[in-house]
């Protein structure tokens, strides 16, 4: 399939944002170790609120919990935004479901398909991972909450480590014709931009609603895994903060902060 390439005056000219992909220290790399390691530099630097850093290939992607991102050349969308936040303290942890809300909207308009959203930071296509999220937050002199996100675009079976092949989704496996990421990374810009502003303004239950309409871990039986050991229990809802409110086998009721916790399905499915 031929892939339209990455191109930031393209992404520029779909634009209709005031703030996100507005900044002059936004960066498109052929090849970079992450997007969000430099992001990170950019907002030490004093890269405005909206910087976005792009890349056509990662060496040193990053999830979360320490894991791998692999990023192979034009295969998927590798983009960290910097953001900062002027919210209560208490509210920045909700700028990752926001940002998984904000993806689900862009690939529905860009695509058609319908993303699932686990949580907290995983994007899901019928129980295999289409995307994810790494936010980090930078609380030196200059503030800011980076937001990373890859979206698999077109991969290869050989680009994909042989534990995971029956677990990961791409995007032109469902469309059957190519994706242009100009546009996609546009929308993503613009539907940030949104629930940003729903953060910033209050409007949190906005972002809280749209991400238990596409939630698929709510009503789900999970396992807690943590340093502190593993408890299987029912997924019952997203408090204000978006931490998850697991209600546990042993009649324990948690309130997760996304921090080291993963959710495991107890059915060993993967949404
Ligand atoms: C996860 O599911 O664990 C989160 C994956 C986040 C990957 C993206 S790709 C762009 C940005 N740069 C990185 O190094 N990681 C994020």
């Known amino acids: 399939m031929s892939t339209i390439q990455l191109d930031l005056s393209q992404i520029e000219s779909y634009l209709t944002t005031s703030f996100?992909?507005?900044?002059?220290?936004?960066?498109?790399?052929?090849?970079?170790?992450?997007?969000?390691?430099?992001?990170?530099?950019?907002?030490?630097?004093?890269?405005?609120?909206?910087?976005?850093?792009?890349?056509?290939?990662q060496t040193s992607g990053r999830g979360r919990h320490g894991r791998i991102w692999q990023s192979?050349?034009?295969?998927?969308?590798?983009?960290?935004?910097?953001?900062?936040?002027?919210?209560?303290?208490?509210?920045i942890p909700?700028?990752?479901?926001?940002?998984?809300?904000?993806?689900?909207?862009?690939?529905?308009?860009?695509?058609?398909?319908?993303v699932g959203l686990k949580w907290v930071n995983d994007l899901v296509v019928g129980q295999k991972k289409l995307g994810g999220i790494l936010a980090e937050l930078i609380t030196s002199n200059s503030p800011a909450l980076?937001?990373?996100?890859?979206?698999?675009?077109?991969?290869?079976?050989?680009?994909?480590?042989?534990?995971l092949v029956n677990h990961i989704e791409w995007l032109t496996n469902i469309t059957g014709s190519a994706v242009d990421p100009n546009h996609l990374i546009a929308e993503l810009a613009q539907n940030l931009e949104e629930v940003s502003n729903n953060i910033s303004n209050g409007?949190?239950?906005?972002?809280?609603?749209?991400?238990?309409?596409?939630?698929?871990?709510?009503?789900?039986?999970?396992?807690?895994?943590?340093?502190?050991?593993?408890?299987?229990?029912?997924?019952?809802?997203?408090?204000?903060?978006?931490?998850?409110?697991?209600q546990t086998t042993s009649g324990e009721r948690l309130t997760l902060h996304a921090g080291e916790i993963s959710i495991r399905n107890l059915d060993g499915s993967y949404s």
Do not use: M
């Open 146 to 163: 980076i937001l990373g996100i890859g979206i698999n675009l077109e991969l290869q079976k050989k680009d994909i480590p042989e534990e």
């Open 94 to 114: 909700l700028y990752t479901l926001a940002l998984g809300v904000a993806a689900s909207r862009a690939i529905l308009s860009v695509t058609g398909v319908e």
């Open 203 to 246: 409007n949190k239950s906005q972002i809280l609603d749209a991400w238990r309409k596409h939630s698929v871990t709510l009503g789900k039986e999970v396992q807690v895994i943590s340093a502190a050991g593993n408890k299987t229990g029912t997924a019952l809802d997203i408090d204000e903060s978006g931490a998850l409110i697991v």
């Open 20 to 57: 996100v992909g507005r900044s002059k220290a936004n960066e498109l790399w052929p090849e970079i170790d992450s997007t969000n390691t430099r992001a990170i530099q950019l907002a030490k630097d004093d890269a405005p609120s909206g910087t976005i850093v792009l890349a056509r290939k």
């Open 72 to 91: 192979p050349q034009d295969a998927g969308i590798y983009a960290s935004f910097v953001l900062r936040p002027t919210c209560a303290k208490e509210d």
